[in-house]
DNA sequence: GTAGGCTATGACGTAAGGTAAGAGTCAAGG
DNA sequence: CCTTGACTCTTACCTTACGTCATAGCCTAC
């Protein structure tokens, strides 16, 4: 009768003798023998036995589960490989949902820094863009208008347009409060729940006053640009405003 | 200023405590502060940041590329991006292949036990089949047709039809060899070869006396039953013969 | 006799926490 | 004031399936 030592055994079958010994260890795969030397002697049941537990690890079956499939001859295998089967479908899907995800976030990531000063005026006449510029620089400074120019450019243009509709949503509901104060509790809660979804489309994070100011700089862009107060094609100014006080009372109040 | 405890934090994360300690330690995660207790203390940042790192969890990035997507801001996401997609893609791949394997498994395993006497012998005029019944039974003894029989409808039909075109390759080999002595090394070493390409087909494992029975069975069966000898329609008796003897002497000296 | 190769056991490390022990902290109620 | 219960701290061991030493014993060849 042939008999293999540990090397040999792993030699043939492609593992390690670590592997061996481990399988040694927890009673998975045993020698037939030992030598007065404690060295390990494995037959050839032992490595008939090993091609087994290699192909069901191949399947991704556990140690534990492949040594209760291996010594329970009544383990009913069918049912162990059904279910097997529907977790392996459970993370392919998982993994379909990563791909996905991972997808978007690269499209997102890609649309951020094309947006182009030109790009982000588009859809406007040029000359209607340029005027709105103007005014609202006239009203709240040259610098706050590009300072708010670049937080929305940094948000790419998928952020830009997502911010779009999320605008609808919220509209519909801060419309309703138009007349309501900014700062009171009813609208602060409002503007909250604008902020943190906003607030996903801002790269990696930033330090609590660098975000309180971007906040409040994307209130002022709103007033400075009527496309994002546009309800139905009409554009509401007062509402801009509003928005615009409710959001910097948010950021100095909430964010510092 | 808001400020969370550990388990405030945590169960607004959705993470356990003990997350929090662990990403504390390894620096992924610093409370903004401690108490006079040494209790941590996180503010509105280390949210951002937890979320931020639970969005890349998500994505099934480990905790070190994560750190350091969020650490470097001059990291190349989109680059770890597309690489983590690649290895994704890899799994997604791993895994239908595993699928293909189970099922193929299950399918084996089903055809066990199917196999009933008549699918046996079917393909067969049903005479035909009892009359070689009857002669194998006169010849070797109804004991030792019946145990062939066994092992042969253990082996399901998927195994049952590989065998027979399995037979087609050895043959080839074996035919050639039809006139040397069946225990001479050179036709010993191809039955190794089918032996082993068998045994595949044995479920689970038995000890090497079993196998050795079984083995020496199934020549008994290939003389019993002319299917298995049958090349290009016509029955080749004396292979038949020829082969149970190799096999026979394989086990009885390979086996045991 | 010793060099080189094989073997044994034991122990530590991995990733991302779970679980638990022992001890300190804090606010509320009696 | 004291106790109770909830919370927190640190330390440390457990998990999977091994890889990687470290130390020591064994065996064979020259």
């Given at each position: 009768m042939k008999h293999y030592s540990v090397k040999q055994l792993a030699k043939l079958a492609g593992v390690s003798v670590?592997?061996?010994?481990?399988?040694?260890?927890?009673?998975?795969?045993?020698?037939?023998?030992?030598?007065?030397?404690?060295?390990?002697?494995?037959?050839e049941n032992e490595l008939l036995r090993l091609q087994q537990i290699l192909f069901y690890k191949e399947l991704d079956f556990s140690l534990q589960d492949i040594e209760e499939i291996l010594n329970d001859p009544h383990f009913d295998l069918i049912h162990a490989l059904e279910s097997h089967k529907l977790s392996l479908r459970r993370r392919q899907e998982r993994i379909n949902t990563l791909l996905a995800t991972i997808d978007k976030t690269i499209v997102h990531l890609k649309s951020h820094q094309m947006l182009s000063h030109e790009e982000l005026y588009a859809g406007l006449p040029k000359e209607t863009g340029e005027s709105y510029r103007k005014e609202a620089s006239k009203k709240y400074g040259v610098k706050?208008?590009?300072?708010?120019?670049?937080?929305?450019?940094?948000?790419?243009?998928?952020?830009?347009?997502?911010?779009?509709?999320?605008?609808?949503?919220?509209?519909?509901?801060?419309?309703?409060?138009?007349?309501?104060?900014?700062?009171?509790?009813?609208?602060?809660?409002?503007?909250?729940?604008h902020y943190h979804n906003t607030r996903m489309f801002w790269g990696t994070a930033q330090s609590l006053d660098l975000q309180a100011e971007a906040y409040a700089g994307l209130g002022d862009l709103y007033v400075s640009d009527e496309r994002f107060t546009m309800v139905d094609g009409k554009s509401h100014p007062e509402y801009a405003q509003f928005l615009q006080k409710a959001m910097r009372y948010f950021a100095e109040t909430q964010l510092k």
């Open positions: 670590r592997t061996l010994h481990l399988y040694d260890q927890i009673g998975l795969l045993k020698p037939a023998s030992r030598t007065e030397a404690r060295y390990r002697l494995y037959g706050t208008v590009e300072t708010a120019e670049d937080q929305l450019r940094s948000m790419g243009k998928v952020g830009f347009d997502q911010l779009k509709t999320e605008q609808k949503d919220i509209a519909a509901k801060l419309f309703a409060l138009l007349n309501e104060d900014p700062h009171s509790a009813l609208v602060q809660q409002q503007i909250a729940q």
